[in-house]
C-alpha cells in the first residue's frame, strides 16, 4: 500500500504521462496540485487553462473534474470553472477521529511487535528526515502517512487497512497544508514518529498508544486554528 503510494505521487507530481487517457491525465494533474497545494483551496480553476497545462481538448477537462468534484475536492461552477474547496474544520474533526479509533487501536495490537515492523518504521522514519532536510514538504507528507498506515497494515486487518487507505488524500492535504503553515512543525512531526516507534521497540502498548494520541491530536489543533482564520 505505502510504496504504491509514494510512487503514484513521485510520477503524478511531474507531467501526466502520455500513454495514459486524456481525462486520467488531467484528472491526476488537478488532483495532485490540490494534495500538494499547488493549487490552493479557493482557487477558481478554468477549463482552458487546465487543458493548456496538460495538453489536452476541454472536454477530457470536464470529465476530470467531475470525478474529483464527486471526491469532494473540487465545486463546478457551469461557464465560471472549478472551485478547489478548502478544508474544513468539520472535515478536520472527521479524519482526525476516524484516525484516532484506528490509529490507536493498531497501536494497541503492534504489541508485541510484528516481526520486520520496527525495521520498516524506521526506514521511513529515516526517509522522512532526509525529505526534511531537503525541504521536499510533499514528500514528507507522503512519507508521513505511509508511516502511520505501515503501522495500521501490520494489525492484519484488511478491512480496517482498506478504511484506513480510503482517508490517504484527505491525510496527504491536511499534512502538507500544516507543514506548510507551521514549518517548525516538520521536525517536530519526525521526533513524535521517534517516540512511537521507541514505545513500540520497547513492548510498552499504552506508552506507544499515548504516543499516537498526542501525535495524531496535534493535527486537529494546528488545522483547527488555521482554519479559523
Avoid: W
Avoid at 470536464?62 to 472551485?83: D, F, Q, S, T
Amino acid at each position: 500500500m505505502c510504496p504504491a503510494a509514494a510512487a503514484a505521487h513521485t510520477s503524478s507530481a511531474a507531467s501526466p504521462a502520455r500513454g495514459q487517457p486524456a481525462a486520467e491525465r488531467v484528472y491526476r494533474h488537478v488532483k495532485q496540485a490540490v494534495l500538494d497545494r499547488r493549487y490552493e483551496g479557493g482557487e477558481l480553476l478554468t477549463e482552458g487553462e487546465l487543458a493548456e497545462a496538460v495538453g489536452v481538448s476541454r472536454t477530457p477537462v470536464r470529465e476530470a473534474l467531475l470525478r474529483l468534484e464527486v471526491e469532494g475536492l473540487l465545486k463546478l461552477y457551469p461557464k465560471k470553472g472549478a472551485l478547489v474547496l478548502p478544508v474544513s474544520a468539520q472535515e478536520i474533526a472527521d479524519v482526525v477521529e476516524t484516525r484516532l479509533l484506528v490509529e490507536e487501536h493498531a497501536a494497541r495490537r503492534a504489541v508485541p511487535v510484528p516481526a520486520g515492523l520496527v525495521e520498516r518504521l524506521t526506514e521511513l522514519l529515516e526517509r522522512q528526515k532526509q525529505q526534511a532536510a531537503a525541504g521536499d514538504l510533499a514528500q514528507v507528507a507522503v512519507t508521513d502517512r505511509c508511516f502511520h498506515a505501515t503501522l495500521v497494515e501490520a494489525t492484519g486487518n484488511r478491512i480496517l487497512t482498506r478504511l484506513y487507505d480510503q482517508l490517504r488524500d484527505r491525510q496527504l492535504r491536511m499534512g502538507v497544508a500544516v507543514m506548510h503553515a507551521h514549518p517548525e512543525r516538520v521536525e517536530r512531526n519526525i521526533a513524535e514518529h521517534g517516540e512511537i516507534l521507541r514505545a513500540l521497540q520497547d513492548g510498552d502498548a499504552d506508552a506507544a498508544v499515548a504516543a499516537v494520541h498526542r501525535h495524531v491530536s496535534s493535527v486537529r489543533r494546528l488545522l483547527h486554528g488555521d482554519a479559523a482564520r
